[in-house]
Nanobody, 119 residues
Framework: QVQLVESGVGLVQPGGSLRLSCAAS????????MGWYRQAPGRERELVAT???????NYANSVKGRYTISRDNTKNTVNLQMNSLKPEDTAVYYC?????????????WGQGTQVTVSS
């Protein structure tokens, strides 16, 4: 299994920026995709951005051009730079990674970190 720990909880004004980081430990050799999801009150968890080990990115349409995901495979970390934040970006953000062990793929989640965009 892989353990994920996020950092970067914060309150920011609309138009501001915030950077989230996530560090993986445990069976890191098995990690494939790393990324971020978010869940706002009363809504389902949704994909924000993912990044494969080969550098392929996938962004939600709502964050394209504002968010940038990056990854350091040597340190087993994934970061999310969030710019031009909007109140609708307010949510609990979860770090995610998929890990392949044998023939099985596992989903691993961090504990979540609150991001609030408000004036």
């Amino acid at each position: 299994q892989v353990q994920l720990v996020e950092s970067g909880v914060g309150l920011v004004q609309p138009g501001g920026s915030l950077r989230l980081s996530c560090a993986a430990s445990g069976s890191v050799f098995s990690i494939n995709v790393m990324g971020w999801y978010r869940q706002a009150p009363g809504r389902e968890r949704e994909l924000v951005a993912t990044l494969t080990t080969t550098g392929i990115t996938n962004y939600a349409n709502s964050v394209k051009g504002r968010y940038t995901i990056s990854r350091d495979n040597t340190k087993n970390t994934v970061n999310l730079q969030m710019n031009s934040l909007k109140p609708e970006d307010t949510a609990v953000y979860y770090c995610y990674c998929s890990s392949l062990i044998g023939l099985r793929t596992y989903d691993n989640w961090g504990q979540g970190t609150q991001v609030t965009v408000s004036s």
